[in-house]
């Protein structure tokens, strides 16, 4: 009896945060009385207690056994069963101390499951964890002279990708290995990593990196430009490092990083085991229970979910892969039970390694679950932001050359739409098409990135053995076989997809399944409700394209024409209007320089003439120009009692009409001297991140949290104003805010001029006779 | 003169619809719709032709103010060291308006002589305009000439009223009812009130000139609201007007205080569109149509068409009627009124057998309130349900829980100088409720006391924030009077934001009235303008 053999015993578990620890964890508290389990964990920010209790008692694995025992007792068996040690395997000394040593090495089994499993992890840490975590653990049980059983769970994948038979045998055993030294590989891939590091700070990558963010950003001010420069920099040797391991992997006959460093570890193992008892369970690709505890139960998203996903959001209109070929896929609680069973057992010097895995008995191939996905999707379907069905794609299994080619065609010829997109002067709801390419080039990526990754594993047409299995099988009792059931037999496919799995992946995707059926506010609607709530302290305004459809140099246009004779008038705007290329590049190179330079031509201007002029162009341009709705928005702001602030780089006259709607104006005034204006800036307004600055200054001034504000912009270059309070607001975004409000889920106001109203085609002022 | 040889205008008349009738000319905004009307069961309403105007215009004002009625001649009311208030009528009189001299401008000149005469120099001229919106330089040039303009602007003596000057109203008492009269402070200081009006439609004049036109939401309210508007049937018909009522204790009460108010009233003719010239047709009756009227019309017709609706607004806003004065008499204000409402009938009143049950109007291009402006859905509605059906005496045209079927484009569109509150009127209390009795309790003091309205009514060219609520109760008798309001050719959301029916064209409006009135209802078409006025027996 596995229960008999286990109960009792010690067991320390590494990786029990992750799908397959925890489905042990709770069979093992099931079904073994008196078991006791150290789960080496690491702790985190609070502690090794408390990650066990959060990530993996409270996971609803644990339903099953909660119900049966009642909470109380439960926890009491948690309590008195489950001891955490704070250790992490990716880092010499397995960062244990003393005690937490002496606690491992003193456990009658270990079982080793702690895996990098991600396939498109950087090379340094797959080898770290996936290499040397066995290691380490290996070398500390040695160091302890402790000798315990020792179960290492690998995979089926260390096989390579490779035609044909692959047999439960040492890798060093098969017809293809090649053999490489794992110690260099560690080595070459700790020096890559500070190879590329260096590499990244190379001045002219640098330099490549500081303009991506600026075309990404826009003037959104240096702090912001800096922090994602920086960010670029770091996802740059980030996938440099991806490249590097799925690169090395490649070339030595591997699928991936995860699988070579498997592969790696293995071996590494087997050389440095010394009297130590090894015992190796490879499962294939692990989904969800089949049965145990619950069927469906899944933790996280594992690797054929977002294809499946993908697949049904219409997001993969194409999957290479071989239609025939076999997709060796294992439910959870068979490579659990089969991982008891080989517990149960002990080591046997003859039966070292035991793959878990279909492919070989029971196989599922490939064309038979895009088969069942159609239909299941068809009768299912997700539906999309317009409340309509997704229909699915139809595979044609072409070629991985041909997807990839066709993907990144598609890639390219988006990004060369966005880039002359985001060189057009649109904003507001024509915006939003950049916003959707974006978008659309994230799914076309992400599409690119599932193909380049999987692909491999739909076209592998390796067939796992699993004659051991069947063996160790074969020789369980009667209650074993059905407490523990790892038998791949016993699949029916068609009912573990279309019953079990499909509907497990789609509501962990957390996809819209039903139309959304208007019950309830939207989500825009909901923002407002949040942006207008009476617990907000403050709205902070942009004046230009947020407020008012108008610029200063309209406004400049307007004033200096209202009182010339009428072919002076159009001399004038012709000039305005010749130099504002020139204008309109100086500010988006600095706002600052330009409106410094700009607000030189009001040197000599009569200031109560300004004033006078200012109050009749309030009417006549800014009002015409303005957004009702917005000003509306204003007057909500203060109608729920928050403090509003408008900041702006217009000339204070200019702005003087709005007072009554703000209680705070942030804008820019000219020195004067002798009843003119000199043309110099008395107050610099604040730009771009200034504009966070300045408004931070005031909240605290006021006793206002920014974390409670809001704030409305229309330019990228307001971004830092934006990030600075709680609740951004993106008005007639231009395309490079539109993207980014969109990625970051910032509401989106489109506000417009008077339907009908009065246009401004040119900034000239209502005739004054003087 | 070409005008002085008209033939002698025939007075309005009922036409009764009949198979051989040629379609009905319907206004519909900037723009025109002719429509068949059912025969055997409609008739259409044509408004008088324009009365002759008056052979010497500036000798009548100047007989008017030396003979006025009730009252000392204005020079002997005149003496040196007095102030001297003179208050007119607003842009939003005549419609549209008229051609240059304007009425005000002639009168007021001559007012301004006698008193250089008399030797006051303390003189002050004021727009009279209540919650309406200011009038810029340009429409005060117009109306009253660049010589006043120039003399009196410059130094601060010639202006708009401002109703929310904390500084420039007073109360002057309440009236028995508990109304209270709040009054322009200088016009209350002053030694002599003169006031100017030009007496479009019956509801001018009287003492709404002053007791409306110089006030402010203080004492509006007690007449501008919904209990008022529902009892005044109709607001065109002083007897039986409950705002008119209002207007006539508050008047006894400016009287009490002291106010002396020297009343000149003027009256014009139907001549709205020319008795020739490119609209002349308009003011024509259908089959008198010449080949010339017939071809002008679908040359226009055709025009519009491929007009940008803001071109075509600006090429009717452009249109100067050729009004000619009929009358003008001063002096005491009720005595004055009496005599400008007889000679307002005698243009307008057209005799009509008996009510409707459906009554069918085509609204223009034009309104009191969107003059140099955008007419915008709210003033579509002020425009049929107020002033188009209350232009009654006796009985409504359309029987109760009749139908009004409504031509006009009715655009969400706004101006957003001149109607920021009606915005948001429109965006929130409507969206909110239509029922003006709703409306009035829930919104109607906070936006008459909101700080941002009456910033833009004092130093922009706002109507007031209470403005829209107005133009909501002038149609509340008609709400309550009517079972359903259908508009023509009106933007859907907007119509329905309002909470009447849209329907693409008269057919299909009269398909949805048959579900009010049956399927074989009468049919009366109001065709205004020119403007008339029915007398319903």
Redesign the interface.
């Known amino acids: 009896m596995i229960s008999d053999a286990l109960a009792g015993k010690r067991l320390a578990i590494t990786g029990t945060t992750g799908f397959l620890g925890t489905a042990l964890v709770e069979r093992l508290l099931r079904c073994v009385p008196d078991v006791e389990l150290v789960l080496l964990v690491r702790p985190g920010r609070r502690g090794a207690e408390h990650r066990i209790r959060r990530e993996i008692i409270r996971n609803d694995v644990f339903d099953r056994l909660r119900d049966q025992l009642g909470t109380d007792e439960f926890e009491r068996l948690c309590a008195q069963q489950i001891t955490g040690v704070a250790g992490d395997v990716g880092i010499d000394g397995l960062g244990l101390d003393d005690a937490g040593r002496e606690l491992i090495a003193g456990c009658d089994i270990i079982i080793h499951s702690a895996a990098a499993v991600a396939f498109d992890n950087p090379l340094d840490t797959a080898v770290e964890v996936n290499l040397m975590g066995p290691v380490r653990l290996v070398q500390m049980l040695n160091e302890m002279g402790a000798s315990p059983h020792f179960i290492a769970v690998s995979t089926c994948y260390v096989a390579g990708s490779r035609r044909g038979n692959a047999p439960e045998e040492p890798l060093a055993d098969g017809p293809m290995y090649v053999p490489v030294s794992w110690q260099d590989e560690a080595d070459a891939s700790r020096r890559r990593r500070i190879t590329t590091e260096t590499e990244s700070r190379d001045p002219a990558r640098l330099e490549e990196f500081r303009s991506r963010a600026r075309h990404e950003l826009g003037a959104a001010g240096t702090p912001a430009l800096a922090a994602k420069t920086e960010q670029l920099r770091s996802r740059w040797v980030n996938d440099q490092m991806v490249e590097a391991g799925r690169s090395r992997a490649a070339s030595l006959g591997f699928p991936d990083a995860y699988a070579f460093t498997k592969a790696l570890a293995e071996t590494a193992v087997t050389e440095i085991k010394g009297d130590l008892r090894v015992s190796t369970v490879r499962p294939s690709i692990i989904e969800s229970a089949y049965a145990e505890p619950f069927p469906g139960w899944i933790r996280g998203f594992r690797m054929a979910e977002p294809i499946i996903i993908g697949y049904g959001r219409g997001l993969l209109t194409d999957f290479p892969g071989i239609p025939q070929g076999v997709l060796d896929v294992i439910p959870v609680d068979l490579v659990a039970a089969a991982i008891c069973a080989v517990a149960a057992r002990g080591h046997d010097p003859d039966q070292e390694i035991i793959q878990v895995a279909s492919g070989a008995i029971n196989p599922f191939r490939f064309n038979q679950l895009v088969d069942l996905a159609h239909r299941w999707f068809s009768e299912n379907p997700i539906y999309d932001d317009r409340d309509q069905p997704i229909p699915p794609p139809n595979w044609t299994y072409p070629g991985r050359g041909r997807v990839v080619r066709q993907l990144k065609r598609l890639r390219t010829g988006l990004n060369a739409t966005e880039r002359v997109l985001g060189r057009l002067p649109i904003r507001g709801r024509q915006a939003e098409i950049t916003a959707d390419l974006d978008e659309r080039r994230d799914q076309v990526e992400r599409a690119l990135g599932y193909v380049e990754l999987y692909g491999a594993y739909t076209e592998c047409e390796a067939l796992f053995g699993v004659e051991r299995l069947l063996e160790l099988w074969d020789s369980l009792e009667g209650s074993d076989q059905q407490e523990f059931c790892f038998d791949p037999r016993i699949i029916d496919w068609p009912h573990y997809v279309g019953d079990i799995h499909l509907p497990t992946v789609v509501a962990q995707g957390r996809v819209k399944t039903a139309p959304s059926g208007r019950s309830g506010p939207s989500r825009r609607d909901r923002q407002r409700i949040q942006v207008l709530s009476p617990d907000r302290h403050m709205a902070a305004f942009d004046l230009e394209n947020t407020v008012i459809a108008a610029n200063v140099v309209m406004a400049y246009g307007w004033l200096a024409t209202r009182r010339l004779p009428v072919d002076e008038r159009a001399r004038l705007v012709a000039k305005i209007l010749l130099e504002a290329p020139s204008l309109l590049a100086l500010d988006h190179r600095d706002r600052s320089d330009f409106l410094r330079h700009f607000y030189r031509r009001y040197q000599g201007a009569p200031i109560e003439q300004m004033a006078e002029d200012s ?1 009749e162009m ?3 341009l800014i ?2 120009q ?1 957004y ?2 917005a ?2 928005r204003v ?1 909500q702001h203060r109608a729920a009692g928050h403090t509003t602030v408008l900041i702006t780089g217009a000339l204070d006259f200019i702005v003087e ?1 709005l007072r ?2 703000f209680d705070h104006i942030v804008c820019a005034e000219l020195a004067q001297s002798h009843g003119t204006y000199t043309g110099q800036l008395a107050e610099v307004p604040p730009t771009s991140e200034s504009r966070a600055e300045v408004l931070r200054d005031f909240a605290n001034a006021e006793g206002l949290l920014m974390s409670e504000s809001v704030a409305y912009a229309d330019s990228a270059s307001d971004l830092a104003l934006l990030e600075a309070v709680g609740y951004p607001v993106a008005v007639n975004p231009e395309p490079k805010l539109a993207m980014l409000a969109r990625k970051r889920g910032w509401l989106i106001e489109y506000f417009d ?7 401004k085609l040119l900034p000239i002022g209502s005739r004054k006779a003087s | 003169m070409k005008d002085r040889v008209r033939p002698t205008p025939r007075p309005g008349m009922v036409l009764e619809v009949d198979r051989s009738t040629p379609p009905i000319l319907f206004h519909h905004g900037e723009g025109f719709r002719t429509e068949k009307l059912p025969a055997g069961r409609s008739r259409v309403i044509y408004p008088a032709e324009p009365l002759l105007g008056l052979a010497d215009p500036e000798g009548a004002i100047r007989r008017a103010l030396l003979n006025p009625i009730d009252q000392d001649p204005l020079p002997a009311q005149l003496r040196p060291g007095m102030k001297l208030t003179i208050a007119f009528d607003d842009i939003s009189l005549p419609l549209p308006p008229m051609r240059r001299p304007d009425i005000r401008q002639m009168v007021i000149e001559q007012v301004l002589e006698m008193a250089a005469a008399a030797g006051v120099d303390d003189v002050h001229i004021i727009a009279a305009l209540a919650l309406h919106r200011r009038m810029t330089e340009d429409e005060l040039r117009y109306c009253l000439g660049d010589r006043t303009y120039d003399a009196f602007a410059p130094s601060g003596c010639l202006y708009n009223h401002d109703a929310e000057d904390p500084d420039g109203m007073v109360v002057l008492g309440t009236t028995p009812h508990g109304e209270e009269v709040q009054f322009s402070k200088r016009a209350a200081e002053s030694d002599l009130v003169v006031y100017v009006n030009i007496n479009l439609v019956a509801m001018d004049g009287g003492h709404k000139s002053t007791a409306t036109g110089l006030a402010g939401y203080q004492g509006l309210r007690h007449h501008h609201n919904v209990k008022t508007m529902q009892e005044s049937k109709s607001f065109m018909d002083q007897h039986r007007s409950e705002l008119h009522a209002s207007n006539w204790r508050m008047g006894k009460v400016l009287r009490d205080a002291g106010v002396k108010i020297f009343q000149i009233e003027t009256t014009v003719n139907n001549n709205t569109f020319g008795v020739d010239g490119p609209l002349a047709m308009l003011q024509k009756r259908e089959w008198e149509w010449t080949a010339k009227d017939r071809a002008a019309f679908v040359a226009m017709t055709t025009g519009l068409k491929y007009t940008p609706p803001q071109m075509a607004r600006q090429i009717f806003q452009s249109w100067r009627a050729p009004y000619e004065l009929t009358s003008v008499q001063a002096g005491e204000v009720e005595a004055v009124h009496k005599v400008t409402t007889e000679n307002v009938y005698a243009q307008h009143l057209v005799p009509v057998e008996g009510q409707t049950d459906i009554l069918t109007m085509g609204l223009p291009y034009i309104c009191p309130y969107n003059v140099n402006s955008v007419m915008n859905p709210i003033l579509v509605m002020c425009l049929g349900l107020g002033y188009f059906f209350n232009l009654y005496r006796g009985r409504p045209l359309v029987r109760e829980g009749g139908v009004v079927i409504m031509g006009h484009p009715t655009r969400w569109e706004f101006h957003p100088v001149h109607h920021p509150s009606y915005i948001d009127f429109f965006e929130q209390v409507l969206a909110d409720t239509t029922d003006p009795v709703e409306i009035e309790a829930r919104y109607e003091r906070q936006f008459a006391e909101d700080e941002w309205y009456i910033h833009l009514y004092r130093t922009s060219y706002a109507y007031h924030g209470v403005h829209p609520f107005y133009m909501w109760y002038w149609g509340a008798h008609a709400l309550q009077h009517l079972g359903e309001v259908i508009i023509v050719g009106g933007d859907t959301r907007a119509v329905q934001r309002m909470g009447f029916r849209p329907a693409s064209t008269l057919q299909d409006a009269l398909e949805i009235a048959s579900d009010t009135v049956g399927r074989q209802p009468t049919v009366t078409h109001l065709h205004n303008p020119p403007i008339l006025m029915a007398d319903v027996s």
């Open positions: 109050g309030f009417s006549d009002l015409t303005s009702p709705a000003i509306r007057r009409p009554p709607l001029k008077a339907p009908g109203g009065p246009r």
